[in-house]
């Protein structure tokens, strides 16, 4: 094939239809791997025309609503590439959230159309409550009220559709306080679009004509990261991935050797379960075929990285960015040569504020605020109010804290909402994290305020060990302890707590404010 897949794909669909040229170009191709089966290219691409031609029978039309509640299966796939192909605003949706929570997005993103995973069946009759539903769709089981997933693909054709139109995304992020924030962006223009697939399949390094590349996405697609870079950027370039539903140390280590995955993404707390596996377990797996493993969603510990990278090999790049938008990429060479950085923004890509919105010198820690990029600036969907707070002259932050060092790399402090001020001392917690991190008995850890009658708050770090440690106060002062030399002593925890997990987001964040309620109850503290 002299021609490449991609360039194939931007020539012949240039309104969301890549899927289809990839098809017709190598119909056989694998595109998904999972527990239940695998599916190739012109599989995934009939699926779509069918579940588009379902949505249009059920009165959707571009720019309407779809609402995806569902695990990493292949049927996310099949509604992503529906809804891109037919103009729709795609949410997935993250559903290990409660009940509530799950119906309230549904209604807030104004879904026309909800697809609903048997897992989240609880959530079934709540969520189809959402006034402006006209179809519902379970995967799997079949829940009362919803067509089953069969039945929505009986009798529609699978040939490509005569008239696409570019779909978009709204994903939702969750904030420290307060209702998860819908992150909106008008229409994409289809050709910046393609423009900016073809980057980032250059980026990452994909080699489509090889047919050998091979992505693994393993953490939950409802998430921007394996969303992103798990399915749509390697699908839309003809690489094929394989689905984790669900992500265990040993196992992601099981699937690079089976598939020879060449690509995957991962999150800090992931580096963190793989550098505790038994030794004889990770030198039992064939992890060679790796050649671009990026990383982010949360800050990662230098020493953390350090022991990656002698294990995996100078492959690992970590990117900082949000849902908001895109933000910095660093290679490995790169890192090494500056640890803990997230990279080196572009000239007048990213200022460093302070709380009055005035730009501060280098080394100084502030507000972190990215440039708006041309053509893709967003807005918190229906909140104007929350909009006009992230943004100042062009520029908008996602609540990260950090500092612009001489040379101009970007190195994060932590977020704002997480800062301890203790006796007017502001703490960063994901500094002392860090630190803590390292001693030999802790599995996780998280620091954050707790009340102090003279102080206001002091730093506790809440700690989950590892097995074959014993929770006593022989432990607390030993990692209290273990802060000597490591940071100043004004930041060190004043107490320690042990729990049996520590709670994470499916993303990796440690959920902070979970951790801190408990503390606060009933003191008016808002968390």
């Given amino acids: 094939m002299t021609v490449s897949l991609f360039a194939a794909a931007c020539a012949r669909a240039p309104e969301g239809m890549e899927i289809a040229a990839i098809a017709a170009a190598d119909p056989a191709r694998i595109a998904l791997w999972s527990d239940r089966g695998e599916m190739d290219f012109a599989t995934l691409n009939a699926l779509s025309n069918r579940l588009a031609r379902r949505l249009r029978a059920a009165g959707l039309v571009a720019g309407d609503a779809l609402a995806l509640v569902c695990g990493n ?4 796939a099949v509604v992503r590439f529906a809804a891109h192909r037919s103009g ?5 949706v993250n559903w290990h959230l409660s009940v509530e929570e799950i119906a309230w997005i549904v209604a807030d993103c104004e879904a026309r159309a909800l697809f609903l995973d048997e897992r989240a069946a609880a959530a079934a009759s709540a969520a189809a409550a959402a006034p402006a539903l006209a179809l519902r769709v379970s995967i799997g089981a079949t829940q009362s009220g919803y067509m089953a997933w069969e039945d929505a693909l009986a009798g529609m054709d699978g040939a490509d559709i005569p008239d696409p139109s570019l ?7 969750s904030g420290t306080t307060g209702r998860p924030k819908g992150v909106f962006r008008r229409q994409p223009d289809p050709a910046a679009a393609a423009q900016m697939q073809e980057i980032l399949t250059a980026v990452f390094r994909f080699d489509p004509e090889g047919g050998t590349d091979r992505a ?3 953490g939950p697609l409802y998430h921007a990261g394996p969303f992103g870079l798990c399915l749509n950027t390697p699908l839309t370039a003809g690489i094929g991935t394989v689905l984790m539903d669900g992500w265990e140390p040993g196992r992601m280590l099981a699937l690079i050797e089976e598939h020879r995955i060449t690509h995957t993404f991962c999150v800090p707390t992931m580096f963190n379960r793989l550098l505790q596996l038994p030794e004889e377990t990770r030198v039992a797996h064939d992890i060679s075929s790796l050649r671009f493993l990026i990383h982010g969603a949360a800050p990662c510990p230098v ?3 350090r022991r990656m990278l002698d294990w995996f090999g100078p492959i690992l790049w970590e990117m900082f960015a949000g849902t908001e938008g895109p933000g910095t990429l660093v290679g490995p060479e790169e ?3 500056k640890p803990g950085t997230v990279g080196r923004p572009a000239p007048g890509q990213v200022r460093i504020l302070d709380e009055s919105g005035r730009q501060l010198p280098a080394g100084e820690t502030g507000g972190v605020y990215l440039v708006n990029p041309p053509g893709s600036s967003f807005e918190y969907f229906r909140d104007p109010q929350k909009t006009a707070a992230v943004q100042c002259e062009g520029y908008f932050t996602a609540g990260d804290t950090g500092y612009l060092d001489a040379d101009g790399y970007l190195f994060l402090s932590g977020r704002s909402a997480e800062v301890v001020i203790s006796g007017g001392v502001n703490i960063y917690p994901q500094e002392v994290d860090d630190v803590l991190a390292l001693h030999p008995a802790v599995a996780d850890v998280a620091c954050v305020g707790t009340p102090h009658a003279d102080l206001g708050e002091v730093l506790t770090a809440v700690v989950e060990l590892l097995p074959g440690h014993a929770p006593d106060e022989a432990c607390r002062q030993s990692l209290i302890a273990f802060c000597e030399g490591r940071i100043a002593k004004q930041k060190w925890p004043r107490a320690v707590d042990f729990v049996p997990r ?15 309620a408990p503390y606060w109850a009933g003191r008016g503290r808002q968390i």
């Fill in 73 to 76: 299966r292949m049927e996310f």
């Fill in 88 to 92: 729709l605003r795609l949410t997935p």
């Fill in 167 to 173: 779909g978009s995304t709204m994903l939702y992020t």
């Fill in 216 to 218: 693994l996405a393993t």
């Fill in 303 to 305: 020493e953390t990285k």
């Fill in 335 to 337: 890192w090494l040569q």
């Fill in 502 to 516: 520590l709670p994470r987001s499916e993303a990796g964040k440690a959920l902070r404010a979970r951790i801190r």
